[in-house]
């Protein structure tokens, strides 16, 4: 007679099955804002945790409480290493959320802090930390209200990680459900510069750039974009994965075609020479000061005005329009005339890049 535990283990088996059937444990590409991610997001996550709030997959849940709305993220930064040209773990935490919040079209006001300080941390980085996350919070105009703090053995983490969660008013109806065809896509300007600046301070690699990093907070540019139009339909910041990843699940989840032009595209001559040199394609690569905006095609060029005279977007440009064709699907015209397809990578070409 079968005991209990064996019985249990059989029913479990039989009824929940695990959805991902290509892999037995998750690997590092799981975390890299491409294919992978988004097959154990849709098939592990959306499908037991389906709602109206999360289905929408915007950067953040759009809440209503009594008649009024806001906008709640979260996130976890894992960067390596914790000190990066041009900041840190800390500003990145407090911007990656700020920003979040943004491209919700919200207003950020509060953040929480939840550190994991692994053993053996210098006391001294701590503090850095601390004092660069209190600078970004402020230059954000964002109150840190809660949080927590845990310690672990030595090995059981890599120094520090933190994860941050941000509430804002929302001021602006912006979702990836509101892009149109006809709509033309901006990016705010150049990309892959953070991922480049992650690798060039990675050991071993033996890669020297004067690229920084472009973290920085995107709600001031984005708050005053919405004053001035309500033609703004989508934003996203294009973190892990990229400009083409952010691309794609746009498409895919608004049901539409993209292009997008390869000439347009901004991207300093550093960045793009060292993505030659190690086989990087810049469209893949992480920004983390940098956003999307899917615009009414008649204020485009007003809206890109806006932003160029911001300096966080000097480098602004339009890059691409949102057609009805290929739904799901983002071709880019390339600078020889040709048509080639921008796929989601399957996972990520440098890890743990926030």
């Known amino acids: 007679m079968e005991d209990k535990q064996t019985i249990n283990e059989r029913d479990f088996n039989l009824s929940c099955p695990i959805p991902i059937s290509e892999y037995d444990t998750i690997t590092i590409a799981h975390g890299g804002g491409g294919t992978l991610m988004h097959q154990l997001i849709q098939k592990m996550f959306l499908s037991q945790f389906d709602n109206q709030y999360l289905n929408l997959q915007h950067d953040g849940a759009i809440l209503e409480i009594d008649s009024n709305k806001i906008a709640f993220s979260t996130d976890t930064y894992v960067v390596q290493p914790i000190f990066f040209p041009g900041g840190d773990i800390g500003e990145l935490a407090v911007y990656g959320t700020v920003n979040d919040l943004a491209m919700c079209g919200a207003k950020p006001l509060f953040i929480s802090l939840g550190f994991v300080l692994e053993e053996g941390l210098k006391v001294a980085d701590l503090w850095k930390i601390i004092l660069s996350i209190k600078k970004a919070a402020e230059r954000s105009g964002v109150k840190i209200v809660t949080g927590d703090t845990k310690v672990v053995e030595h090995g059981k983490a890599d120094k520090i990680f933190i994860n941050t969660t941000g509430v804002g008013k929302i001021v602006a109806e912006i979702s990836p459900l509101n892009c149109k065809v006809g709509d ?171």
């Open 184 to 354: 033309d896509i901006i990016i705010s300007g150049k990309i892959a510069e953070h991922g480049i600046a992650i690798m060039s301070a990675r050991s071993g690699l033996n890669f020297e750039t004067s690229i920084q990093s472009d973290t920085a907070p995107l709600n001031h540019i984005i708050e005053k974009l919405i004053k001035n139009s309500d033609k703004i339909h989508v934003l996203r910041d294009p973190t892990r994965g990229g400009v083409a990843s952010t691309l794609n699940e746009i498409a895919s989840i608004a049901d539409v075609g993209i292009e997008i032009y390869e000439e347009k595209i901004p991207i300093d001559e550093q960045v793009r020479g060292a993505c030659e040199i190690l086989g990087f394609d810049p469209l893949y690569v992480a920004n983390e000061g940098k956003f999307i905006a899917f615009v009414d095609p008649q204020e485009s060029e007003k809206v890109l005005a806006i932003i160029q005279s911001d300096p966080l977007g000097k480098d602004a440009q339009i890059i691409g329009k949102v057609v009805a064709n290929h739904k799901k699907t983002v071709i880019m015209k390339t600078i020889i005339g040709s048509n080639r397809i921008v796929d989601m990578i399957s996972g990520e070409q440098l890890p743990r890049i926030c």
